[in-house]
C-alpha cells in the first residue's frame, strides 16, 4: 500500500546506507507524515540531521523522539553526540552517562565517554569507561519492527543470510 509510511522508511534505510542523503531526508519525511505514530522515524531523522551536518535540528528531533520514548539510549547517545561536536564537554558526559544508565550494553556510549573524558583531562575516570565499556557491544540498532518484519516477506537467501548476520551480532 503507497499510503504506507513503511515502505517509505524501508526505502529511506536503503538509500541512506546507498549514501543518497538528501533522498533519505525527503523520504523519512514522506514516511513521517504518512506514520506519525511510528517513533522511530524520528530517531532515524535525528541520526541523518546530525550525519549531513545539521546539529541544531538534530537535537531538536532527538528531543522529539525522547518525548515520546523517554530514556531511550539511542536519542540520549545521539544527544550526547550533538554535545561533543558543539565540544559542550559536561553537557555530552550527561547525555551519555543517561544512556549508560537506560542501556549498559550500548558500547557507544562508554567509548564516546571515554573521549570526554580525555578532552576534559579526566584520565583515570577516561580509564574507569574504558574498563566499564571493554564488555559492551560496540554497536547495536534500535528496536525496529519495521526493518524486523522484512523478514518475513524476504526470500532472497543473501538478504536473509545478512538480516541473520546482523541479527546475531545485534
Known sequence: NPREGRWPYLLARIRQDEGDLGRARALLSEAAALAPNYPVIELRRADLLFKTGDVTAAAQAYQAYLSRAPHDAHALLGLGRVAIQQREWHEA?????????????????????VSVYEELGETQKAAAARTRGGKARRFREPDDPWFEALADDCYDVEKLSVLADLAIET
Open 93 to 113: 558526559e550527561a547525555h551519555l552517562l543517561t544512556a549508560i544508565r537506560a542501556d549498559p550494553s550500548l558500547g557507544s556510549s562508554h567509548a564516546l565517554l
